[in-house]
């Protein structure tokens, strides 16, 4: 079921997928957990993680969730209703816990209450991000921040256009305290700009005081597939070969010396360079939104490894019905609209069951025709500000035909009283 195929490529589970659900077992700490049964819950969790969330469909998830619910019943001895309760999620910041303990979140308003805050937060202090925090949105803010929060972690999303990857990743660094770095594309930007952007993230996540940083780059990022020899080195091991010069490396190793011999590295060069890169990667968090239509997800994988084998993978499936209804109303709030007050959410469900009977059509099309076409996230949107757009044009047509009419009955009503008058002469 979930062996790798030429879609699938990413079906590779290995020694790295254990020792993940291992680090996350050990962020656990005495004072949250006091029994076994909690113990056995957060296994689950991150066994959810590490191995559903790179599954390409619903079906594949929920199987995976299934298997290891029969593992957890076979060693474990704890009440499974409680074990495995859904939703099953984790965060670092819905209780005010510190970053890198996941507490179980027990109620999924106040965790909501706790990300609109955060995102009320954000918009203060940077360019307004108009998101619906629906279930999924919330599940995928709770997962980012998670790699997020492990030293090193860094995070490969995918998903078609429009999901959310870019927000919603902003959104959880914002949350874990990370600044947000992206670069600037255009037509002239080179690999000499991108190593010159590397070497400033360098600095400022290793050399002190080393800032947490999140990388945020998108496929539509890079321009040059040479980009991804440098993306991939900084996944793999950070050390980037040619990325500074000896001079610039011993301007570095000055600067970190003090440091680095009070926590005991010796003083030659092999050990604080490792002693740098280690504190680049435990600074520095790449996080890569790639989309997967077309071959260039698949092509770039088997090139650049790293892409895969270094990443925590978060698969996004398409947007369930009720977030697609949420999303309808957040954006129909500002649409004047007469009749009765339900007739806004009639709307809302109807915009949602449109876009999910045509996703349910191109899966027939698949079937018979074998080719794509995609429902993303971004044609809902679409059809939304279509619908808006439309429903103006219609209420102008309508305030103009009531303005000729008024105009007519009025020019009517005049023209009879100067009959009325004249008869009267």
Same mark, same amino acid.
């Given at each position: 079921?979930? +062996? ?24 656990? %700490? ?73 507490? #179980? ?9 706790? +990300? ?6 954000? #918009? ?21 921040? %998670? ?44 690999v000499n700009d991108l190593k010159e952007n590397l070497r400033e993230m360098y600095k400022k996540a290793g050399v002190k005081p080393g800032v947490?940083?999140?990388?945020? +780059? ?13 993306? #991939? ?40 360079? #490792? ?94 025709? %074998? ?20 429903l103006n044009t219609r209420q102008e047509e309508q305030v103009a035909a009531i303005n000729r009419l008024d105009t007519g009955l009025n020019t009517?009503? %005049? ?11």
């Amino acid at each position: 079921k979930f +062996l790798p195929s030429a879609i699938k490529f990413h079906y590779n589970f290995t020694m790295r997928d254990l020792a993940a659900i291992t680090k996350g077992l050990l962020l656990s %700490r005495p004072r949250e957990y006091t029994h076994t049964g909690q113990i056995s819950r957060l296994w689950y969790h991150e066994a959810t993680r590490v191995f559903a969330d790179r599954l390409t469909t619903e079906l594949e998830y929920n199987r995976a969730k299934e298997i290891a619910i029969q593992v957890g019943k076979r060693y474990f001895e704890d009440d499974p209703a409680e074990v495995y309760a859904e939703p099953c999620l984790y965060s670092n910041f819905h209780a005010g816990a510190e970053v890198g303990t996941y507490v #179980n979140v027990m109620d999924m308003a106040r965790l909501k209450r706790k +990300l609109e805050e955060k995102l009320e937060e954000y #918009n203060e202090q940077y360019a307004i991000m108009d998101l619906v925090l629906f279930e999924t949105a919330i599940m995928h803010v709770t997962r980012i921040s %998670r790699i997020l929060s492990f030293p090193g972690g860094n995070a490969l999303l995918v998903g078609v256009g429009g999901s959310g990857k870019q927000s919603l990743s902003k959104l959880s660094a914002f949350i874990c305290h990370y600044d947000t770095v992206q670069i600037s594309v255009t037509a002239e930007y080179s690999v000499n700009d991108l190593k010159e952007n590397l070497r400033e993230m360098y600095k400022k996540a290793g050399v002190k005081p080393g800032v947490p940083l999140m990388f945020l +780059l998108t496929d539509s990022q890079i321009t040059d597939e040479k980009f991804l020899v440098y993306i #991939n080195d900084l996944l793999s091991s950070g050390f980037i070969p040619d990325l500074f010069t000896k001079e610039e490396y011993d301007g570095i190793f000055t600067s970190l010396r003090n440091i680095a011999k009070a926590e005991g590295i010796p003083d030659n060069r092999d050990s604080m360079m #490792n002693y740098f890169i280690n504190r680049v990667r435990a600074n520095l968090h790449v996080v890569l939104c790639f989309s997967p239509v077309g071959d260039s997800f698949r092509q770039r994988a088997r090139k650049f490894p790293g892409i895969i084998n270094c990443t925590a993978i978060d698969w996004f499936q398409p947007w369930p019905k009720d977030a697609l209804v949420s999303v309808a109303q957040k954006f129909l709030e500002d649409v004047q609209m007469s009749g009765k007050p339900e007739t806004r959410d009639n709307i809302a469900y109807h915009i949602a069951e449109v876009h999910t009977s045509v996703g349910a059509v191109s899966d027939e099309y698949l079937k018979l025709e %074998r080719r794509h076409n995609y429902t993303t996230p971004k044609s809902f949107l679409e059809l939304i500000a279509f619908y808006k757009q439309l429903l103006n044009t219609r209420q102008e047509e309508q305030v103009a035909a009531i303005n000729r009419l008024d105009t007519g009955l009025n020019t009517l009503i %005049r023209t009879n009283k100067d009959v009325e008058e004249l008869q009267v002469f």
